[in-house]
């Protein structure tokens, strides 16, 4: 089974601090996506970040970064300098080889940032 | 230029009733996905579009649930006789191509169905 788990259901931080929030898969294919998408209230999902699997550099996009363990299969998504604007519910996806770029999502985080 | 739309944005409907939502993707996306999203999880695919076919209908839950694209361009998901499970956020995203997902997936806001 192609599967994607996150198994922290909330995490807060305070303005301006780090914050990780962990992913991990399961898969037999070696080549696939991974993706960070953000959920804020509005329900627009937005993109924040997509990893190539066969590309060993960890993917940044400005405060957003990964730490892509291929071997472990693990996904982390660090935000730094956490702003108000980011708290959201965060979901992890996967597209696993052939499957048409159909995304496969965990559970879902939501993040709280604190004044 | 726009987004993805999709309408209405809110439907609420009575057990037994038929309901069609439908999506308007960004024009010349070719392909086309439903996802649905029960309240506090993650998306669930239900159904791919390449053009106006569908490939992968794996996600879709039973067979009162159907889709079709039509021109390329719009898509309507059906329920009919909806149950009180299939309350739901339903989510369509188009994007350029399905290459494994090199292409990025554009979401559109979302219909909001809850059924009585």
Not at chain 2, 22 to 28: A, L, Q, T, V, Y
Not at chain 2, 31 to 38: E, F, G, S, T, V
Not at chain 2, 84 to 112: H, I, K, M, W
Request: net charge neutral; aromatic share 12%.
């Amino acid at each position: 089974a192609q599967t994607v788990t996150q198994s922290q259901p909330e995490m807060s931080v305070q303005e301006a601090e780090t914050v990780t929030l962990s992913c991990t898969y399961d898969t037999s294919e070696n080549n696939y996506y991974l993706f960070w998408y953000k959920q804020p209230p509005s329900r627009q999902m937005i993109l924040v970040i997509r990893q190539e699997a066969y590309k060993q550099q960890n993917a940044t996009e400005n405060r957003f970064s990964v730490n892509f363990q291929k071997a472990a299969k693990s996904f982390s998504l660090k935000i730094s300098d956490s702003q108000l604007g980011d708290t959201a519910m965060y979901f992890c996806a996967a597209s696993f080889g052939t499957s048409y770029g159909k995304l496969t999502f965990g559970q879902g985080t939501i993040l709280t940032v604190h004044p | 230029g726009a987004g993805v739309s999709q309408s209405p944005s809110n439907k609420v409907t009575e057990k037994g009733k038929d309901v069609e939502l439908r999506c308007d993707p960004i024009s010349g996306h070719t392909a086309l996905y439903w996802y649905r999203q029960r309240l506090g999880q993650g998306l669930e695919f239900l159904i791919y579009f390449q053009g106006n076919s569908a490939p992968d209908k794996s996600g879709l839950p039973s067979d009162r649930f159907s889709a079709e694209r039509t021109g390329e361009s719009v898509s309507t998901l059906t329920i009919q006789r909806t149950q009180q499970e299939d309350s739901a956020v339903y989510l369509c995203a188009s994007s350029l191509g399905a290459s494994g997902g090199y292409n990025e997936q554009f979401f559109g806001p979302g219909t909001r169905l809850t059924v009585l």
